[in-house]
């Protein structure tokens, strides 16, 4: 599988992506006790999280920037982060999905970085983040398909759309009890540099190696001027 990185996103300061392939993986295994004080602790963090200092968070505005540079609504589509953090303070919990879905909800909290996750044997062909280049639609994961307009910030396979906004991942490609390997995405934005978002990645696939101890993980860097593959 190969990953290209277009000349419209790297105009917004998205210079390199960042990905993770963590093999052998089991999405419904229990989390340990000590994952579960984790995820607790994380849902406590940001339960107590004051709100105005997070939406001036140097990553969070990174986030909502780009969004103003394609001219999208930040309302309409709030930082992943952000979004989570409002939604743990209005319901006192944060939902809870799969073991591996919960993982890097949580290192979101933490890092604040929007991690896209997908079912890597779903995907076809190639990965090309790009921004859009003619209209299409996205089908999100549990919820009506959306009208993607040219401009709009996506990565795709030959099939269709796996993610947008940075906010969205799509249905065809969610991480399922089916699933067996996984490709974890961090687009990041301007403010975001490539040793952060490796090492949170790096914590992710390090807590999903705890509760599926078979399970491998290696990290890559796309970028413009290298080919960057996963067999």
Same mark, same amino acid.
């Given at each position: ?51 105005? /200092? ?16 394609? =001219?999208?609504? @930040?309302?309409?589509? #709030? #930082? ?16 809870? @999905? ?18 896209? /996750? ?18 299409? @639609? ?11 307009? @040219? =401009? ?10 796996? /993610? ?23 687009? =990041? ?5 490539? #040793? ?36």
């Amino acid at each position: 599988m190969k990953f290209y990185l277009r000349d419209s996103l790297v105009q917004l300061g998205m210079t390199a992506i960042v990905l993770a392939k963590v093999t052998n993986v089991t999405p419904d295994v229990p989390l340990t006790k000590e994952l579960e004080n984790y995820i607790t602790a994380s849902e406590e963090l940001a339960a107590n999280y004051d709100r105005e /200092a997070i939406r001036v968070h140097s990553v969070i505005a990174g986030y909502r920037a780009k969004m103003q540079a394609i =001219g999208q609504s @930040v309302k309409k589509n #709030p #930082p992943t982060a952000e979004a989570l953090i409002k939604n743990i303070q209005r319901r006192g919990s944060m939902p809870r @999905v799969n073991s591996i879905v919960d993982l890097y909800n949580a290192e979101a909290l933490h890092s604040f970085l929007a991690i896209g /996750a997908h079912d890597f044997d779903t995907i076809t062909e190639f990965v090309e983040f790009t921004r859009a280049y003619e209209a299409t @639609v996205f089908f999100p994961i549990g919820s009506n398909e959306k009208q993607v307009s @040219v =401009g709009d910030i996506i990565y795709r396979d030959q099939k269709g759309v796996m /993610a947008y906004l940075d906010a969205r991942d799509g249905e065809a490609y969610k991480i399922t009890p089916k699933t067996k390997n996984l490709l974890l995405i961090m687009q =990041g934005n301007a403010n975001t540099d490539v #040793p952060s978002r490796i090492a949170a990645l790096k914590r992710v696939c390090e807590n999903i190696k705890k509760i599926c101890p078979l399970s491998a993980y290696e990290i890559a860097v796309v970028t413009q001027k290298d080919d960057t593959f996963f067999e």
